[in-house]
């Protein structure tokens, strides 16, 4: 007859690795949902640079400017609630590594002002307005935060505006060649239509800066 | 000295307005230091991690109870001399639920002889009316008020029978009571509980404390019954071993939960306590959430204080199962249900104070406060560790309702999930209150 304080333990131990193993899974499936579908929209943007590729040997920038402009729309509109998922995917996972879905995330974003940039200037007639916010990735910055939110409100009242979040000072050279070109010295940084605002900066500055 | 820091504090006082306290320098002093270490706990390992290690006691413990369960033979007890009986009625302000009270504890079967001692605590209602009309019992009076322990007493002093039978003056024990729980009185043995239920079962307060009491006078009794582990003679109705009693003393007056002492001080005497579940008392339960949280508070501090008492019994494997793991078990949960609260402060503080910050500063640049909302809602998934606490409690009160011939229907659906889900935040607040009034040493109200 074993004691029923060996069985318990040992049903513990056993629920305590299923549990484990359970959260475990549920997490690295959680990360993987989330992976995937920065994956789909990093792959898109990739398929749309062959664009770029087919304009420079083709020369034909009228039907290459249609299928552009419509592909950044849907690529705005898919990306939209990407950053937001991460992000509480990143603080609620106990397991599993949220690490690449990051960087991932990080490089379609840059891939997507790349294309912006490239239509406005080749096409013109592209409606979204870049807006550029530069943060200290490793860092601890309570204004950058506040910063954000401040981007978020304007982007909920503005459809037209895109914020691409760029960290400097980690593995994205082209957000640290942005940084330089903007000569950013200061954090939080935003630049909109080329116009820089060093620190924290108001709403309404803001928003004057893009109606104008 | 004492005065230094002498504030009230609003929080507690919402809950019971009528209670004044007065928070003291060492209380401040004990509750910053406990915050102290359960911060830097939390910043060590993270906060879910803790949380999964309370979860994973809490199923140890109640893995114990299930195969101690299953463990349990049938027991046959047959007696062939029927002791004589002193049933003590305490009565204190009981004029609402007396009289019925009185035909209940009349009915009650008893092939032996049987006698009822009522005594009343220096009642301001019409109780000592009511009780004057009532013939075939044994009145005392008090003129002061001594409290309930002071009461029983007095009742066993007067007491002719060779066994004591305590009555609350709320409770109603169904007829075949006394024959059930006699004869489980056997020579070692020195007192009898019985299944304690809830007679009023009109609110949904009291179906979800219907449940409560199912389950730990169901289940939970039974188990540390034949564990020999009990740890309280439920004050709604007990059988003692009159002679036992006397030889201890009787009932500790200064004690706010006599029931409790009287079962701690019967173990240390080396005497035995065995449960019968197939005697159903049924007795009033709070109707209200404040009744019941004064009524919790007073029974976590006396459990405090029986504990402090008594703290030679705890690992002490002399108490058999008792010293080893309920009694030191029930602490470690309570100690941990009180932590819990720190710890969720504990790790929230920084978050607290940089959300504030947050906001002030947002509040400065823009007034669109609906983005500080965030956006998705998710759940952890160390949830997954409660799931199976709760699983557990459904075991549980699935075995109590057999033990009760009761039927589980679905229509019961609703309390015992909010007993399953919500019960246990009421009492992390009750263990809280408690402990924060019993370091502080407040007054103690009933």
Known sequence: MVNKYIKAIFLTSILFLIGVSLMNFFDTSRIENVSNEIEIVLLDSEAIQQLIFYESIFEDS?????ILSNRIDSQIEKTRTLLSELESTNAQVMFGDTRIPKLKYRIQNIQLYLLIEKARKDCGGISVIPVLYFFPENELCVDCVVQAKVLDSIVQQNSKLRVFALPVGTDIPVADALAIKHSISKYPSVVIEGKLFEGLVSEEVLKSAISS | MLLLVDCKTSVFNSLESYFFMHIRPRTVIIFLLILAVVFFCVKLISLYWVVIFFNVILLFINSVFLFAYFEIKPKEHKLKNWPSVTIVVPNYNGANNLVKCIEYVKNLEYAGKKEIIVVDDGSTDSSRKILKRISGIKLILNKKNKGKAGVLNDGIAAAKGEIIVTIDSDTYPEPDCLTKMVPLLKPGVSAVTGFVRASNT??????????????????????????????????????????????????????????????????????????????????????????LFTQRVRWYR???????????????????????????????????????LFIFVAGNIENLFYYFTLVASFLTVSNNIQVLVPALFSLNSSILFYVMGACFYAIFIYYSHLLANDKLSIKKLPEITLFIMVFGVFLVLVFFTGFFKEINKSDYVW
């Not at chain 2, 002492?261 to 007795?283: P, Q, S, W």
């Not at chain 2, 030191?328 to 949960?333: A, D, E, G, R």
């Open chain 1, 62 to 66: 009228d039907s290459v400017c249609k």
């Open chain 2, 202 to 291: 009109n609110g949904f307060v009291e179906k979800i404390q219907e449940i409560e009491y199912l389950v730990s006078f169901g289940f939970f009794q039974k188990v540390l019954s034949d564990l020999n582990a009990l740890m309280v003679t439920p004050g709604p109705m007990s059988v003692y071993d009159a002679k036992f009693l006397r030889k201890i003393g009787g009932f500790d007056e200064k004690n706010i939960t006599e029931d409790m002492e009287i079962a701690f001080r019967i173990r240390e005497n080396g005497g035995k306590m065995v449960t019968c579940t197939e005697a159903h008392i049924f007795t009033e339960v709070p109707t209200n959430i404040r009744h």
């Open chain 2, 302 to 340: 006396g459990k405090f204080m029986n504990t402090l008492k008594y703290n030679k019994m705890l690992f002490n494997p002399k108490y058999g199962d008792f010293g080893v793991f309920t009694f030191p078990f029930s602490v470690i949960m309570e100690w941990c249900v009180v932590l819990f």
